[in-house]
């Protein structure tokens, strides 16, 4: 699962809003060269002529045993907190009050520093930046998370092509593919208007090699158009939610649909259950593999073919802190993550809010004969499924509150045409803001009585777990329930 559909491998970028009216107006021979060109740019920024060496690197260290990641990591963490603590305005100035109080500690030690909060990251996103470099040169990534707290990530052309370089190894050529081959992939840029009813919900992007799917419109009565426009662009895999892509394998198993010849099937952004798993596996007919990943490139994962999903260590240094205390190997704790790739913008101890546990390191080495540590259950960041009117599913809100001062949001759906919206906020909106939720939200849902509501902190569940959509229908109000 990765927290950002978007990334894991996003393949589309991001469009501002006056942009995507523009874009969403054009014809849709135009809507694919405007995805194409935007592809190419894709393709200049994640790939180079280093790509197949980091691709080849990252394949060799797979076989590097605990031993080898843990001289790796002592000599890199040390050196990579000193130039934090001295060239990063936050961390710099941190350790200047602390040294002001008589804190001697040493900030190459990792333990001697705090953990870092999403808000603190949120409210002032350029104190993160590292000050040597340029920052016009910098690649501004904006991300809403799992929780509705957006965050704002600069990125390093040398950044983006490390950390693609990962994903072309462990997430395409694990599984037998790689950039070159042609895929589709069902994802959350509004490459179509709200209001469209009519296919194509999709665009075919040339430059990216990929058949871009919206999840905001699969409709059921037009999901055989979807699989033929799949079949049409010789997609050889298939990447997409997991939510929308066993909504996809119901339906076709439910209508025995034909389904194109894949040869993998990939999630993202959300975990997957073992009935989801043998859904889509008999669906497809070809292997589904979950992975992992954030935007802000702390922790990533792949599943082997033996169905281990194996941590990607060159990305940091992970803890799992259950109330700051470590916890043992196999027990759950929230993941707190050091990243190494992400030099330009650093998060150090940062609380990803994600719920997890590690294999042990004396573990029995997996089938797979890869030496990469292991994940070995999540708990957490699993969210409900909203069903609409029109038979869709919904579960993606975050453009609802782009470019708005929310800290954190809630989408409630207390009936089939009734959604409460709730926000902490760091400041009042304002009724034109307001308005610009509330249309935002019609744009996803269809008519629909939008409630906004404000409140300091969004209660959490008994387990103390944030949920950023939930479903209060009975299932005897659903439309369907696929999900």
């Not at 920052?135 to 509705?148: D, M, V, W």
């Not at 919900?201 to 409709?219: E, K, P, R, T």
């Not at 076709?252 to 894949?262: A, Y």
């Not at 169905?307 to 205390?325: A, I, K």
């Amino acid at each position: 699962m990765g927290k950002n559909s978007s990334h894991g491998e996003r393949g589309y970028g991001t469009m501002n809003s006056r942009v995507t009216c523009i874009y969403q107006a054009l014809p849709y021979t135009f809507r694919c060269l405007g995805a194409s060109l935007w592809g190419y740019h894709l393709r200049m920024l994640r790939y180079g002529p280093e790509t197949e060496r980091l691709v080849a690197e990252a394949l060799e260290r797979e076989f590097w045993d605990a031993s080898q990641w843990k001289a790796w990591r002592d000599e890199k963490l040390p050196d990579f907190l000193e130039d934090a603590a001295r060239k990063v305005p936050y961390y710099r100035a941190m350790w200047e009050s602390r040294r002001k109080q008589g804190d001697l500690s040493d900030w190459r030690d990792l333990q001697n520093w705090p953990t870092l909060s999403k808000e603190e990251v949120r409210s002032n996103p350029q104190a993160f930046l590292r000050e040597s470099g340029r920052r016009e040169t910098l690649y501004l990534e904006s991300t809403g998370g799992t929780t509705g707290t957006p965050l704002k990530l600069w990125q390093s052309r040398d950044t983006l092509r490390e950390w693609y370089a990962l994903f072309e190894a462990r997430w395409r050529r694990w599984y037998g593919v790689s950039r070159h081959d042609r895929w589709a992939i069902i994802g959350a840029q509004k490459i179509v208007g709200p209001a469209a009813r009519k296919p194509p919900f999709w665009v075919w992007n040339a430059g990216s090699n990929q058949l871009y799917i919206s999840c905001y419109h699969l409709f059921p009565e037009f999901i055989p158009e979807c699989l033929e426009a799949v079949r049409k662009c010789r997609a050889v895999y298939l990447l997409g939610y997991t939510s929308a892509l066993h909504f996809l394998a119901c339906e076709i198993l439910e209508r025995n649909l034909t389904v194109p010849p894949l040869k993998v099937v990939i999630t993202n952004a959300e975990p997957v259950s073992p009935s989801q798993k043998a859904a889509m596996e008999k669906a497809f007919r070809c292997p589904v593999r979950e992975t992992y990943g954030m935007s802000e490139m702390g922790a990533a994962a792949g599943e082997c073919e033996k169905g281990v999903l194996h941590l990607w260590p060159e990305t940091g240094y992970l803890e799992v802190l259950e109330q700051g205390v470590h916890v043992p190997a196999g027990q759950i704790g929230e993941l707190i993550t050091t990243g190494f790739i992400h030099r330009d913008m650093p998060l150090i101890r940062y609380e990803t809010g994600d719920r997890l546990s590690l294999a042990p390191e004396d573990a029995p080495p997996c089938a797979c004969g890869r030496k990469l540590p292991a994940i070995r259950a999540f708990d957490g960041r699993k969210h409900d499924v909203l069903s609409l009117r029109d038979g869709r599913k919904v579960w993606y809100f975050n453009p609802v509150f782009s470019g708005l001062p929310v800290r954190e949001s809630q989408i409630v759906q207390e009936k089939l045409d009734v959604f409460s919206v709730v926000m902490n906020c760091s400041r009042p909106l304002s009724a034109e803001e307001e308005q610009a939720v509330i249309q935002r939200m019609k744009n996803l849902t269809g008519p629909a009585l939008i409630q906004i509501q404000y409140s300091r902190l969004i209660p959490r569940g008994s387990n103390g777990k944030f949920r950023a959509v939930i479903s209060r229908m009975s299932k005897d109000e659903a439309p369907s329930d696929k999900l």
